[in-house]
């Protein structure tokens, strides 16, 4: 059987660059992709704005990703395409690994450490609670985008858009380009779900209006979508009675909701955070079970594919050490206020590691202006920084060094929000 | 006075801009980007466009391309048309030029991805 220092379960943005950190500080490894192309979900954006931090450019999504194919290819790291993983199990301090492909058939393999970067799938019309009938012209935004952008089939000519989330934007400009009616984007929030930017350059630019407080309750048609029934939503999202809008259309692109995929740390028993819906994990990016990583949108649902290649490359840094050292960890939880923030990852650092950066990402719970994030340990403030504008959908970056800090298990941290003048 | 939310980059910064007499005051704006941006914003907007183009291949039928510059908004609908009049008939490589200067703006049309590679390992599945 093949022994690996690192195998890593994804070939997008997060998984590269975790393959690519791990090989270059010296570990034995794999990269394991269930498509036939490495890329993720990159290879449909093809719209740009991808990699302003990482390469300071700005490029599609297919740029981005074909950059860091090659340079994974340069460097020799074997990339198992049209893999896919259908179990993995421990043993002692390694794991086994199924794989199957057309190739090889039904295999195993063994790997020290184990990197989740799967990604994270749309919420569909099933998980959403909408009425009527199951007629053809409902799609989740990144089905509507395979079609346009991979096959060339424009998947209907006027339509609506359900939720504000930044595929639905980005969606609503390519159908508009492509010669397609877009109705509107309604959104139940009374906030937008997607970029202010997002906003911007694909609502506003052409004209699409953006509703509000407002939801799909039904949709209308038998064979072909023939129309949907909007309402009003009060505070909690309820739709209020008597608001009913019928809106004539061919199809319907939600936008409402990306979940880490979960499968295989779900049947490892990996501990999931309720919040970010991924598994909980120590500022190695380690999860609860050792040797087993967690990275990119697998991890929590980013907004940047930059970031989603900064967590990706911390994994395979940190896999490749473990892997080597087999280290005892000694973790202590980051507290926060669920009040003010929706999350933060990690949710542990792990004190005893000799890793003393620790990069904490997180969102504010709600819109909030002129604020002062501080990170306290033992009482103490340790980091604080101000914000103009906190947004749900901008997601922010903290780095913290922990070389000064005496750290032990007894005591405190935890980060805050409050008032404070920018 | 005019607000406008920057695009340039990902702090989508609130910008205030206003004409005083012959000069642009602009506020709001975490970087100088910012400035040129609101400044392009009041005089003659300008995008970028990402789009596909067709192509003979039917295991790749559709290849994804954008302009390497912004062009102004009034020619984004007239370059969809000509995008969409694209068939690409050779394997070509990512960054090759597909439409040339166009509309006079010295801005091309360039391929995203390499068909090179697409056509070695097929439509993704």
């Known amino acids: ?422 | 006075m005019k607000e406008l939310i920057c695009i340039v980059c990902p702090n989508g910064c609130l910008l205030k801009v206003e004409k005083l007499n012959e000069n642009w005051s602009i506020k709001g704006n975490l970087c100088s980007k910012g400035i040129d941006f609101a400044i392009s914003e009041m005089t003659e907007a300008k995008r970028s466009v990402c789009s596909t183009v067709k192509t003979v291949f039917p295991e790749v039928p559709r290849l994804p391309v954008r302009t390497d510059g912004e062009i102004p908004k009034k020619f984004i609908f007239p370059l969809m048309k000509l995008i969409n009049k694209v068939e690409i008939k050779a394997p070509i490589h990512s960054g090759d030029i597909i439409l040339k200067n166009v509309f006079d703006t010295g801005v091309n049309v360039i391929a995203t991805s390499d068909l090179f590679e697409l056509l070695k390992e097929g439509i993704y599945d």
Do not use: W
């Not at chain 1, 050792?290 to 395979?316: I, K, M, Q, W």
């Not at chain 1, 892997?323 to 507290?335: C, D, F, G, R, Y």
């Open chain 1, 1 to 422: 059987m093949e022994t690996y220092d690192v195998v890593v379960l994804g070939a997008g943005p997060a998984g590269l660059a975790a393959g690519l950190e791990a090989a270059k500080r010296g570990g034995k490894t794999l990269i394991i992709e269930r498509e036939s192309r490495p890329g993720g979900i990159l290879k449909q954006c093809i719209h740009d704005g991808f990699g302003l931090i990482e390469f300071k450019e700005k490029l599609s999504g297919p740029e981005y990703a074909e950059r860091y194919i090659r340079m994974v290819r340069d460097k020799n790291i074997p990339i198992m395409t049209s893999t896919f993983a259908t179990k993995v199990l421990k043993d002692k301090d390694k794991f086994i690994i199924t794989l199957v492909n057309s190739n090889k058939g039904v295999f195993e393999i063994e790997s020290k450490t184990m990197i989740l970067a799967n990604g994270c799938r749309e919420r569909t019309s099933k998980q959403i609670f909408i009425h009527g009938s199951r007629p053809s012209g409902v799609y989740t935004a990144g089905t509507a985008q395979y079609f346009i952008n991979i096959l060339g089939y424009l998947p209907c000519k006027k339509c609506v858009i359900l939720g504000s989330g930044d595929i639905g934007l980005i969606m609503a400009r390519r159908l508009t380009l492509e010669g397609a009616k877009v109705i509107g984007v309604y959104e139940a929030k009374t906030t937008p779900s997607g970029l202010t930017r997002n906003i911007v350059q694909c609502l506003y630019d052409y004209d699409i209006p953006l509703y509000l407080s407002r939801t799909i309750t039904r949709i209308i048609g038998d064979d072909r979508v023939e129309g949907v029934i909007i309402n009003e939503v009060d505070e909690n999202m309820k739709p209020i009675k008597g608001t009913e809008k019928l809106v004539e259309c061919d199809g319907v692109i939600l936008s409402v909701g990306l979940i880490p995929e979960n499968e295989i740390a779900e049947s490892l028993g990996i501990e999931i955070d309720k919040f970010t819906k991924g598994p909980c994990v120590d500022h190695n990016f380690m999860t609860l079970e050792d040797g087993v990583f967690s990275c990119g949108n697998a991890l929590h649902v980013n907004d940047l594919v930059d970031y989603v290649t900064e967590s990706g490359r911390y994994a395979g840094e940190r896999a490749v050490v473990y892997a080597k050292n087999n280290i005892e960890k000694n973790l202590v939880k980051v507290n926060m206020s669920v009040n003010d923030f929706l999350y933060v990852v990690p949710q542990y650092i792990d004190i005893t590691s000799n890793n003393k950066k620790v990069v904490l990402y997180f969102r504010s719970r709600e819109i909030r202006k002129n604020v002062v994030v501080q990170i306290k340990y033992d009482n103490k403030i340790v980091f604080t920084r101000k914000y103009r504008v906190l947004r749900p959908p901008e997601m922010q970056r903290i780095e913290l060094d922990l070389t000064e800090l005496k750290m032990s298990k007894d005591k405190d941290f935890c980060i805050v929000m409050k008032e404070g003048q920018y």
